[in-house]
């Protein structure tokens, strides 16, 4: 990676968050980074944009009042010199699934660079729950991001040059807490599991999702090749997804069409 390398740098879960500041740290030692992230946590918030949002100086760059595709229009239009490489993330909470590439707030950043034609790459932090404990109550150190931190930056380094994304718009990257030797990385597909429950108290409605409820490794039903099966066995998930989504064109679809025509 060269000092010449520019990366623009966002996340959902706001600038000052653990994980930018480690991906910031370790990214910084070998290329440019201009990070422009929203002010506050925008979790799940998808690919929501805003008319305008307030910016103001960071340490590590530009906070923004706004969602994470906001950042990166923002950013690449006006706040920083435009990338070769657009990273979000290290999300604490992984993304996994396909039901989450519209959802999740770090992977519409990526997505948002794609339409830009920008690479992008969205690293997220697998953080085990338990039956007592979710995850987001988990206290993750610096530390933890080391393994996501390392991955980050060799695909940083690597993925442009190899041709990577010639073949995909972004990589979305899922990785294990780190545990003494490196994990290996596997090259998956988004499992397709959807498990969301709703359920009547008085006047509201309590939506669950219960995807993260069949997490052990001895049982887990996602098939060998699916981002969480990799993560949950220990290894890194990457998934190279393009955008926008592609059309299924059929010749059913013409019929219905050409019926309504002659109506």
């Given at each position: 990676m060269s000092d010449d390398l520019e990366i623009l740098l966002t996340n959902d879960d706001g600038i000052d968050s653990t994980g930018i500041r480690a991906l910031y740290d370790a990214l910084?030692?070998?290329?440019?980074?201009?990070?422009?992230?929203?002010?506050?946590?925008?979790?799940?918030?998808?690919?929501?944009?805003?008319?305008?949002?307030d910016v103001w100086e960071h340490d590590l760059g530009y906070a923004v009042e706004g969602t994470p595709a906001d950042c990166v229009v923002a950013g690449?239009?006006?706040?920083?010199?435009?990338?070769?490489?657009?990273?979000?993330?290290?999300?604490?909470?992984?993304?996994?699934?396909e039901y989450v590439l519209g959802r999740s707030g770090t992977i519409s950043a990526a997505v948002e660079a794609a339409f830009f034609d920008v690479?992008?790459?969205?690293?997220?932090?697998?953080?085990?729950?338990?039956?007592?404990?979710?995850?987001y109550e988990f206290e993750v150190t610096t530390e933890d991001f080391a393994e996501a931190a390392r991955v980050t930056t060799f695909l940083a380094e690597h993925?442009?040059?190899?041709?990577?994304?010639?073949?995909?718009?972004?990589?979305?990257?899922?990785v294990p807490l780190p545990d003494g030797e490196p994990a290996p990385i596997e090259i998956t597909r988004p499992s397709k599991r959807?498990?969301?429950?709703?359920?009547?108290?008085?006047?509201a409605v309590h939506l669950t999702?219960?995807?993260?409820?069949?997490?052990?490794?001895?049982?887990?039903?996602?098939?060998?090749g699916t981002d969480r099966r990799a993560v949950v066995e220990g290894r890194i998930s990457v998934s190279p997804l393009t955008a926008p989504h592609a059309t299924n064109h059929h010749e059913i679809l013409d019929d219905l069409a050409a019926t309504y025509s002659s109506r």
């Open positions: 910084s030692e070998h290329a440019n980074v201009t990070v422009v992230a929203p002010a506050s946590d925008k979790s799940a918030c998808g690919r929501s944009i805003s008319h305008a949002v690449l239009a006006e706040l920083g010199p435009f990338p070769d490489l657009v990273v979000a993330g290290c999300n604490e909470g992984a993304n996994l699934g690479p992008a790459i969205a690293t997220s932090l697998y953080v085990p729950a338990d039956d007592e404990t979710p995850y993925a442009l040059d190899a041709g990577v994304f010639d073949h995909a718009a972004y990589l979305n990257v899922n959807y498990e969301m429950d709703a359920e009547r108290n008085g006047d999702d219960r995807v993260w409820e069949a997490m052990d490794p001895e049982s887990l039903p996602d098939p060998e």
